[in-house]
Every structure is written in C-alpha cells, then in structure tokens.
C-alpha cells in the first residue's frame, strides 16, 4: 500500500506566519485573483489553522432586489475563495523551512475539484464575514470547510470543498 504525506485538522497552534508572507498571500487573493475584486473578498484574518474575510454588501452584489439579498453565486464564490486561501494557508505552515518567495509559487497548480455549499438563511446585511478552515491536506487534495456569516454572526451558509494540490 503507497504511503501518502498528510496534515489532518490544525497545524501547530504556536506555528506564526512571516509578515513577508501575509503580505504576499494577501497580494496574490485581493489584487492577482482579479474575481476576488469583483467580489470585494478582504482578508481579515490569515493564521495556519483558519483563514477569514469579510465582502461589503453592494448593489452590483444583490440578487433579490425586493429584499436587497446577496447573489447565491456571490455566497458559492466567496466560499470557494476561501477555501483555496485556506488550502494557500496549509501549505505554506507545512513549507515552513522555505522563504516566504519561495511559498507563495507553490499555488500555481492549485484548483477546485468539488464544492457544495448549503444555503441555511438569507444573505441580507450590511457586510458578510466568511471563515475557513482546511480538514486534510494530502500530497495531491486537500479538504476544507467554509462558513458565510451575517455582520450579527448568525451563520447564512456553509461550503465543504476538495482542492486539487499537486
């Protein structure tokens, strides 16, 4: 039986990222993944273990306009942005040994295989805070969870997806 590498639930809760790496993370989601501008996605958070942002409610986002509530595929989107910054996240906490530069090229070959997401309550607000996290990361797919939130906290949707790695 082929033995695979794996990193299941949290890294080290002691592990802290480099600036240098925030930074560029950072770059990469808001400004290189130009659909990330369009949906307005803000990192509000980047640790090893869960990543968070927030989107801005706007008009260009609405999709019941009688009720001013967000667009679904803006909530699917979103989820799925976060999950790829999380999957972004766990693999540099396990490349720890490398530069921060030398980190960031390793998202190159990383894309969604799967994504669900379940829609639990209407997407009415003022902005909408999203989290994720990573449940497995293999050699070749990782597995995440995703939550989309109400300004109140109250939980709107949730997503789970499987991103290829390698």
Known sequence: MAK???VDVAPDAALQFEPAFIAGLTRIFEESIVFNQVLGLKITG???AKVSA?????????????????????????????????????????HM???????????????????RVDYLRPGIGE???????????????????MEFLGADGKLLSTGSAAYIVS
């Open 54 to 94: 927030r989107i801005a409610m706007r008009h260009e986002l609405v999709g019941h306009y009688s009720y001013n509530r967000i667009h679904g595929g803006v909530i699917s989107a979103g989820l799925d942005a976060m999950g790829g910054l999380a999957v972004m996240a766990a693999i540099g906490a396990r």
């Open 127 to 145: 902005h909408f805070n999203l989290h994720a996290e990573v449940m497995r990361l293999g050699s070749r797919v990782a597995s995440t969870r």
């Open 46 to 48: 980047i640790t090893p």
């Open 97 to 115: 040994d490398e530069a921060p530069e030398q980190r960031l090229h390793r998202f190159a070959k990383l894309g969604t295989i799967d994504l």
């Open 4 to 6: 695979t590498l794996s």
